[in-house]
């Protein structure tokens, strides 16, 4: 019977709640000695100097690892342009400047927590302080004080489309609609900071045990700083405490395996940990890009969207870490998943002094997804037209050129999950076309007193999200099956090196190798994140882990199951799945192919609003998200109740603040993350199931998907109960009073 | 996070507690619930060199009625606040405020004498208590002495407390015949949030049941301190209680705090939170006022 559309229990449930499981931070090696990073502190600067005589005068320091400790300095995923530690002494160019206030300047190993503390403290590092350019818009004007010397200009990446007759199209126009659309950056407040352990393994391998969502990308990057080949670095991923794009570049990685390699070349071969606090954790790594986005649509009168013209400009913060990428999707989402065949974008990637932008669940689909829906749901209200109407008149199928003058892969399920988002929601398609009926059920009605203070509203929008990596990136994902037993099948070994972020993927990993070898689940065993005698299986990011390994289970199966048939004991195989290929998008007019593979969600949203104190609370949400194949639908609805959760965040209450690259919100009680009470009080899942035509059996990826429409959905609910539209976010209770003219 | 290392004592007597707070002095810091020192701790915004824990010491605790006044000990928990019936019936504000304090694990341990003696300015029960009247009562090297408390609070995190001093109780007058009193708060986060504003009214109607004979509006989070709105209790005393006289009151309130502008909100909005959640106030009190009869 296959399993395939069960709800398997989580095979990390047990050992998690009884707290069995060990988390990085919980691990501790006999003898080991303890690690603290020095941060700059400040935004920009020129390090002079750096003493640390006094910090290496206390007894309990083992060492202080600078700049010219690492052999080769630098590191990011996309361009090498971060310096692992920031100092003078290192070959990199410009490497003794300091970026922002989380750039690493020293690495201190001490014999307890408090020491290496102490002795932070002692070093004098001698700045020479520079300009400040916070303002992404101050720091792409030509005379900015550039934050790379070598570097033309501050703005690191930029993309073009240009598709049909824009400025023709706006002339014929019937009605056109402008705005300039300001997002947040958000921090991923995953439950566990960053920790870990680096040390050089039985086999003399320079190892770390951290959190993170790729291993591999991880070892390369270890291995190109300390100039070592990649099979004598390891990296190895214990249970990981959640990670949303934000463990997807290196924070603590680089300079644990630098300790430990440079202690055992003095002879001294111990163990180092380190656990990062939150305050740490929230200055160390990436936030979500802020956005700014100017858009101008126009459309028909009948509600035929004709063109689209959209600046893009993402403050990717300190370093380019993942921000080519990001940039990439949002200049593609931007216009929505919509027929529209006069584009321009023209989007730009630029450097600041705050904190590096990068990874985020969603990838640039949120922003884009912000701009593209509120452009759709004004458009529908300046043509009077319902905007489930709107969306079904424009929406992109199989054979709708998109802006980068292709189609998307086979299989568009835009209008099926509107249709079923909408009718859930009291929709109903008539004559008249879609349109929302007065008696509807949904949202509930509230029984009792009502208070005149109290205005309702809902909103609706959809989304579309690529699975995988994109624009030509080599994607690919590795498997390995033993198959054990003589005359059946009696054990089945899956070998793969993905990473269960905490969202499961190592139990659908079980589901998929048993049935990929046709056994029940119990006889499954894995051999996981590790990227020890393991390939490449690339990351837990971009909706992918599923599919990707999925059909590297599934095609390691198939091989494995042909030897078994040709009577090999123990028969094993590998497989490396490549998906379709992908293409970058051209220069001046963003042609490409740049995915192989969408998800497709809608979501309609109810809000109430407090028209006296400005507060927005969210009550109901409907989300219909396709997505393919449910291997396992209760971590599918988890993920679309996670997803609505950390959207509800962004959207009303999480505010990052950073004034001249100064974090002014470092700690979770001035960065507010939602509580139950701050969440809606009811998510109804809808999955719906139309096989992708290249996923594992069937499977679309799904994760980041019900993140996308969230805030253009609340948006548009804001606006319907209070008649305000809110071009920027999050809605706090005094952007909201602003806006209503109250203050 | 590391915490520096101290001495640390369990006296067994208020004496003992309170001479070996005065021998240390500003070195030493005082432990009740110990949620609040205990972050400062880690965070080493305090860097004490002895650690004087006070929840041994006899007699601090407990919630009594005793000659038409209500006794509250300083280490009485957040959570006997909130719950209390006593409390509920004749103080609804003080349970409500309580009510609002931190997480329910925060509510078993912090105790009113710590959230008092930290002086925030957000402080949940400093405005309802300073609403009903709440005399102090400290005991040191001189021996005991009392306070209205709304002279206790000296600035933002300070307090009259001499050298050695600590709280041990709080004295209420039983509200009189005709009283009603409410506490709202409004925070970005519904709650595990610092306060835009908290307000704790009490009002005390004539036997006409109508005119407002006695009134207190205390403000937190808008000002250093935890403040009377004078002005607007003032506003407020010989005039028949209507929601016309409640909007005037508010507005005069909001005049009268001074709040600032940080991460959290402007000075302007929370000017305009002062008004409205003062206005709100006031109409929950008086349904209450008007039922004691």
């Known amino acids: 019977m296959s399993l395939l559309g069960k709800s398997l229990t989580r095979i990390d449930a047990l050992g998690k ?76 160019p410009f490497a003794e400047r300091v970026r922002f206030v989380g750039d690493q300047v020293a690495v201190v190993v001490a014999e307890s927590v408090a020491i290496a503390a102490q002795a932070c403290e002692l070093i004098q590092v001698e700045f020479a302080d520079l300009p400040v350019v916070s303002d992404p818009l101050v720091s792409m004007q030509e005379d900015a004080e550039l934050l790379f010397p070598d570097k033309e200009s501050n703005v690191f990446i930029d993309y073009h489309i240009l598709r049909g007759d824009v400025e023709k199209a706006f002339a014929e126009a019937d009605v056109v609609v402008e705005s300039e659309y300001r997002t947040p950056a958000q921090e991923h407040a995953f439950l566990a900071p960053e920790s870990g352990l680096g040390y050089i393994d039985e086999d003399g391998r320079v190892t770390v045990a951290v959190a993170g969502q790729w291993a591999h990308e991880e070892q390369d990057a270890i291995a190109h700083a ?21 463990r997807e570049d290196m924070s603590i990685q680089i300079a644990l395996a630098l300790a430990a390699w440079r202690l055992q070349q003095r002879g001294i071969n111990r163990p180092i940990k ?189 989304a579309f999200k690529n699975i995988g990596f994109s624009f030509g990136y080599p ?23 993905g990473s269960d972020v905490g969202q499961g993927a190592h139990t659908v990993f079980k589901q998929m190798a048993a049935e990929a070898a046709g056994v029940p689940v119990d006889k499954v065993e894995m051999r996981l994140a590790d990227s020890a005698g393991k390939e490449d299986s690339g990351s837990a990011s971009a909706s992918r882990m599923t599919f990707m390994a999925g059909n590297s289970i599934k095609g390691a199966g198939e091989a494995a199951l042909e030897k078994w048939r040709n009577e090999e004991r123990p028969a094993i195989a590998e497989f490396t799945y490549r998906p379709p290929a992908t293409t970058p998008f051209a220069p001046k007019t963003g042609e490409s192919n740049p995915n192989f593979a969408y998800g497709y969600v809608a979501e309609a949203v109810a809000v109430e609003v407090d028209v006296e104190t400005g507060h927005v609370n969210i009550l109901d949400v409907i989300c219909a998200n396709d997505v393919g194949k449910a291997i396992n639908p209760q971590q599918i609805t988890g993920q679309i109740e996670g997803a609505v959760v950390q959207a509800s965040g962004y959207t009303i209450l999480e505010n990052f603040v950073q004034q001249d690259g100064i974090v002014k919100t470092p700690h979770l009680s001035t960065y507010l ?54 071009d920027e976010f999050p809605l706090t209770p005094e952007r909201v009073l602003r806006g209503l003219g109250e203050i | ?24 002095g500003s070195e030493a810091a005082i432990l009740a619930g110990g949620t609040d020192l205990l972050n400062m701790l880690k965070a080493n915004i ?85 609403a009903y009247d709440a005399q102090v009562y400290m005991y040191g090297p001189n021996g005991e002495r009392s306070l209205p408390l709304k002279e206790f609070f000296s600035g933002p995190g300070q307090t009259v407390l001499a050298e050695g001093e600590i709280l041990t109780k709080f004295k209420l007058p039983i509200p009189a015949l005709r009283s009603g ?45 935890p403040m009377h709105a004078s002005a607007a209790e003032k506003e407020l005393i010989g005039k028949p209680a209507t929601l016309e006289i409640f909007e005037k009151a508010a507005q005069t309130a909001a005049q009268e705090s001074k709040p600032i502008s940080d991460v959290r909100s402007t000075q302007d909005y929370r000017r305009a939170m002062v008004q409205l959640f003062t206005r709100r106030a006031l109409e929950k009190a008086l349904p209450r006022a008007a039922q004691k009869n």
Request: hydrophobic share 40%; with cysteine.
């Open chain 1, 17 to 92: 709640v009884t707290g069995e499981t060990l988390y990085p931070g919980d691990i501790n090696m006999p003898d080991q000695a303890y690690m603290k990073i020095l941060f700059a502190g400040r935004p920009h600067a020129i390090i002079k100097t750096i003493d640390t005589s006094a910090a290496e005068a206390l007894d309990a320091v083992i060492a202080v690892f600078l700049a010219k400790d690492v052999p080769v300095n630098e590191y990011g995923m996309m361009l090498k342009d971060q310096p692992v530690l920031c100092g003078p002494g290192s070959e990199k």
């Open chain 1, 226 to 246: 300390l100039g070592l080949p990649l099979d004598e670095v390891r990296v190895i991923h214990p249970a990981i405490g959640g990670a949303f794009g934000g």
């Open chain 1, 274 to 462: 380190i656990i990062w606090s939150r305050e740490e954790s929230i200055i160390g790594h990436h936030k979500r890009h802020p956005y700014i986005i100017r858009s101008r649509w126009g459309a028909t009168k009948d509600g035929d969207i004709t063109a689209a013209d959209v600046e893009v400009i993402a403050d990717g913060g300190a370093y380019a870490c993942t921000s080519t990428k990001v940039l990439g999707n949002a200049t593609l989402m931007c216009t929505g998943p919509y027929d529209i065949p006069n584009v321009k974008v023209d989007s730009y990637g630029v450097y600041t002094n705050n904190i590096p932008s990068g990874a985020f669940r969603g990838f640039g689909g949120p922003q884009g997804a912000f701009a593209a829906e509120t452009q759709m749901n004004k458009l529908a209200q300046e043509l009077g037209m319902d905007p489930v109407e709107l969306r079904m008149r424009n929406v992109a199928q199989d054979d709708t050129v998109m802006s980068t003058n292709s189609t998307l892969p086979k299989g568009v399920t835009l209008d099926k999950v509107i249709e079923s988002c909408a009718l859930a929601a009291g929709w109903n398609n008539g004559i008249a076309g879609w349109q929302r009926s007065g008696e509807s059920a949904w949202p509930p009605k509230i029984t009792g007193k009502t208070k005149n203070h109290i205005k309702r509203g809902i909103g609706f929008a959809a």
């Open chain 1, 673 to 726: 993350i939602p509580t139950v009470l701050d969440v809606p009080d009811r998510v109804e899942s809808i999955i719906l199931e139309y096989p992708d035509e290249v996923g594992p059996w069937g499977v679309r990826g799904m994760a980041e998907m019900p993140y996308l429409p969230f805030a253009p959905a609340v948006i548009a609910a804001v606006k319907d109960a209070i008649g305000v539209w809110f």
């Open chain 2, 1 to 24: 996070m590391t915490i520096y290392p101290f001495e640390y004592f369990e006296p067994k007597e208020l004496e003992e507690a309170s001479s070996a707070f005065f021998e240390h």
């Open chain 2, 46 to 130: 305090l860097k004490p060199k002895v650690v004087i824990n006070i929840k041994g010491v006899p007699g601090l605790s407990g919630i009594e009625e005793i000659d038409g006044e209500l006794q509250l000990g300083t280490l009485t928990s957040i959570h006997d606040l909130e719950t209390s019936k006593i409390i509920q019936e004749n103080f609804p504000a003080l349970s409500e405020a309580a009510s609002f304090l931190g997480s329910i694990q925060i509510r078993f341990l912090a105790t009113v004498g710590g959230n008092i003696c930290r002086a925030a300015p957000s402080a949940e029960t400093a405005p309802p208590l300073m």
């Open chain 1, 475 to 497: 994607e690919r994902s590795w498997a390995k099956i033993e198959l054990h037993g003589e005359t059946e099948i009696e054990k089945v070994v899956l070998h793969h090196a």
């Open chain 2, 181 to 225: 009193s409410a506490y709202l708060r409004h925070s970005i986060r519904q709650l595990m949030d610092l306060a835009i504003v908290n307000v704790a009214v009490s009002l005390t109607l004539d036997e006409d049941s109508e005119t407002i004979k006695e009134a207190r509006i205390v403000l937190g989070a808008v000002a250093p301190t």
